[in-house]
């Protein structure tokens, strides 16, 4: 006689892989693999399973897929913001390269505080990931710990290491800093601010970079950052443009750390009747899509997005594949000249 605590899928009423194995005519393995999408599993098959899935009602159960294999078959991601649209295209690029493989993405949004990130941490590592990919170096240090300690593969996104033992793939902040203060050094331009908002290690990176090309120039002012700690908005840059324009009325050139933050101050210029970049010249960060719409084209800095999830997931898999892998991956940046410097 079965114990009183005891339960499966059978007395609960919910129906199995095996049963679901059995409809669709395949073994309960090629019913697992089609229905977690592995690639090898033809698709006429999967669609077989599936439908067989859908008309039983079957559900999977990750925890005892756990159980059964001593593994999860999931990463985890953690970004800072998902309402941050600079994000979606490396969370997309991650699926597309983990999806062939059959492997499970799970997202974490940790809205730019690391105790925060910590948690997400301790709430995975007890599901036994396959690994992680992280968003910077900003941990805590339990978070760094924890890390160390679950010797699990991980590696950060849009910064980069050459720590040993650390796994990077993305640019400098620092030197795309540097690239837009010489620009606008270029044009010939002498009051250069820097206007940032979020304040995130990365943003803080860019203008150290600005802030060091213009200290090499000899036309460095203090005065001449404006850092903001909300989050970056169109509706912000209008309100920190006017704020800067006020305080010092012969600002010239302005690096801005994102682009929504530019194109309100586009949209501002435009309503005080201010030229740009006749009368002050505008660069952004990050290069949005509707920077090369705006009126007039905003100049900025183009980051490899996409590129850098879809080598970061790479470099996961080859990491948990026991492959040769550059564990530092420096994918640069472009500066796109338009209209607006």
Sequence with gaps: MKSPTHSNSRTLGMPT??????????????????????????????????????ELGYVANPAARLLASARSTSVVVLVPSLSNQLFVEPLEAIHEVMRPRG???????????????????????????????????????????????????????????????IASVGFSQQAAGEAAA?????????????????????????????????????????????????????????????????RHPDVDGIFFCNDDLAHGALFEAQRSGLAVPGRVAMVGFNDLPASAHTVPRLSSIHTPRTEVGREAANLLLKMLDGRPATPSIDLGFELRVRESS
């Design 103 to 165: 492997i499970e993405v799970l997202i974490g949004d940790y809205h730019y505080c690391r105790d925060e990130e910590e948690r997400l941490v301790r709430n995975y590592l007890p599901h036994r990931p396959m690994g992680m990919l992280l968003t910077g170096f900003d941990h805590t240090e339990a978070t760094r710990h924890l890390l160390a300690a679950s010797r699990m593969p991980c590696v950060h996104m849009m910064e980069l290491s050459d720590a040993p033992g």
């Design 17 to 54: 892989l095996a049963q679901v194995a059995e409809r669709a005519g395949v073994s309960t393995i090629t019913a697992s693999r089609a229905l977690r999408g592995v690639a090898t599993v033809g698709a006429d098959l999967a669609e077989r399973v599936r439908a067989a899935a859908d």
């Design 182 to 246: 010489r620009h606008l050094l270029q044009q010939g331009r002498k009051r250069l601010a820097y206007v940032a908002a979020q304040l995130d290690p990365r943003v803080m990176q860019r203008g150290e970079g600005f802030r060091r090309a213009l200290l090499a120039a000899g036309v460095y002012d203090p005065a001449l950052e404006l850092l903001h700690p909300l989050p970056s908005s169109i509706g912000l840059g209008c309100q920190l443009f006017r704020e800067l324009l006020q």
